[in-house]
Each structure stands twice: as structure tokens, then as C-alpha cells.
């Protein structure tokens, strides 16, 4: 690597050297780094300065929220070319690829089916024990995953946020949406 300013030479020698010269003075930490420290005390303080101006979330460090802006602007830097797939972070496009490898990382200890994400089988774990952590407070109706959960509350809201690019309907599932969009194509799925 090679280095502007004898000042960042020196400080990226810390990072091998394992020498921490910052003390944090509210718990044992150290860091090598002055920025690290910096980020640390703000855990303590809560101090957040980098706020989203569109939806008033802050962060402790600018490049948080940068990875924030991605939500508001869409943008989608991470891309994996074999399927033409793009994602606005990184980890999202790792736990894409595992689809492709077809590697099952997370095996049930109940059962001997094995998952490619943590969350798969997190959730698949609630079909032995039959719980279900997500209650809708408006009918006491539960669930055992957080996007049943949303589904139904749209029953409530009434909010329909699939429309049709072709025409102004609107719908509440994708589904519904899927089959629609076949009355504009004339295709009839099942002959």
C-alpha cells in the first residue's frame, strides 16, 4: 500500500503493529486508531451527527449512512453478473450467491433439512416448536414469520403496494398482481 501523508503510514502501522494507544476512559477498550476511538466514545455518548434528510435516521459514522442512502435512492452497487441480480449491499449479494452454489450452511438439528441462510432456517425452526413471535395488535391473530405478519395487515390498512406498470389497479399480494398482469399479456397459465 502506499500512503500520501506519513501521518496515515503511521497510523496504518498500528493496525499491524497490534499496539493500542487509545484508552477508552468509560469501559477497558483501546484502539489504535484516533477515528476508532472517536466511533467508540459515541456508542457511550449515543451521539449520532450523520442524519438521513429523508427519513430523519441518524448514524455514528458517515459511511452508514451512505449505505442508508442506498435504501432512499435505489442505487445498487454490488452486482453478480451470471444472473444480472444487483443489490445496494454487499452481504446481501454474499447471501444471494449461496443460492447459486446451492450451499446449505444451516442444518436443522430437529429434522435433516439444511438452509443456505441463518434466517431460513431460523424461521424453519418455528414449524417444530410452533411458535409464533409476530402478533398482530389490531386483531391478536399470530405468526410464525415477520412477512405473514405484514401480509396481513394490509387487511387492516388496506394498503395495496403492488400496482401494475400497464394500467392504475392496485393490489395487496404480488400474487394478485402476477395474475393480473397475464390479462394484459393474454396468457393463460393453466390449459
Same mark, same amino acid.
Given at each position: 500500500?502506499?500512503?500520501?501523508? %506519513?501521518?496515515? /503510514?503511521?497510523?496504518?502501522?498500528?493496525?499491524?503493529?497490534?499496539?493500542?494507544?487509545?484508552?477508552?476512559?468509560?469501559? $477497558?477498550?483501546?484502539?489504535? +486508531?484516533? !477515528?476508532? *476511538?472517536?466511533? @467508540?466514545? %459515541?456508542?457511550?455518548?449515543? &451521539?449520532k451527527p450523520y442524519q438521513c434528510r429523508q427519513c430523519e435516521k441518524a448514524f455514528l459514522q458517515n459511511s452508514d449512512l451512505i449505505k442508508h442512502m442506498r435504501i432512499h435512492t435505489r442505487e445498487?452497487?454490488?452486482?453478480?453478473? +451470471?444472473? $444480472?441480480?444487483?443489490?445496494?449491499?454487499?452481504?446481501? /449479494? *454474499?447471501? =444471494? /450467491? #449461496?443460492?447459486?452454489? &446451492? &450451499?446449505?450452511?444451516?442444518?436443522? #438439528?430437529?429434522? $435433516?433439512?439444511?438452509?443456505? +441462510?441463518?434466517?431460513? /432456517? !431460523?424461521? =424453519? @425452526?418455528?414449524?417444530?416448536? #410452533?411458535?409464533?413471535?409476530?402478533?398482530?395488535?389490531?386483531?391478536d391473530q399470530a405468526f410464525s414469520q415477520n412477512n405473514s405478519l405484514i401480509k396481513h395487515m394490509r387487511t387492516h390498512t388496506g394498503e395495496k403496494p403492488f400496482q401494475c406498470s400497464l394500467c392504475v389497479k392496485t393490489f395487496s399480494k404480488n400474487s394478485d398482481l402476477i395474475t393480473h398482469l397475464r390479462t394484459h399479456t393474454g396468457e393463460k397459465p393453466y390449459q
Amino acid at each position: 500500500m502506499a500512503f500520501s501523508q %506519513r501521518t496515515t /503510514l503511521i497510523s496504518h502501522h498500528r493496525t499491524h503493529s497490534g499496539k493500542k494507544s487509545y484508552q477508552c476512559c468509560q469501559c $477497558d477498550q483501546a484502539f489504535s +486508531l484516533t !477515528i476508532s *476511538i472517536i466511533y @467508540h466514545m %459515541r456508542t457511550h455518548t449515543e &451521539e449520532k451527527p450523520y442524519q438521513c434528510r429523508q427519513c430523519e435516521k441518524a448514524f455514528l459514522q458517515n459511511s452508514d449512512l451512505i449505505k442508508h442512502m442506498r435504501i432512499h435512492t435505489r442505487e445498487k452497487t454490488c452486482q453478480y453478473n +451470471l444472473c $444480472d441480480k444487483a443489490f445496494s449491499m454487499n452481504c446481501y /449479494l *454474499i447471501k =444471494h /450467491l #449461496r443460492t447459486h452454489t &446451492e &450451499e446449505k450452511t444451516y442444518q436443522c #438439528r430437529q429434522c $435433516d433439512k439444511a438452509f443456505s +441462510l441463518k434466517t431460513y /432456517l !431460523i424461521s =424453519h @425452526h418455528r414449524t417444530h416448536t #410452533r411458535q409464533k413471535p409476530y402478533q398482530c395488535y389490531q386483531c391478536d391473530q399470530a405468526f410464525s414469520q415477520n412477512n405473514s405478519l405484514i401480509k396481513h395487515m394490509r387487511t387492516h390498512t388496506g394498503e395495496k403496494p403492488f400496482q401494475c406498470s400497464l394500467c392504475v389497479k392496485t393490489f395487496s399480494k404480488n400474487s394478485d398482481l402476477i395474475t393480473h398482469l397475464r390479462t394484459h399479456t393474454g396468457e393463460k397459465p393453466y390449459q
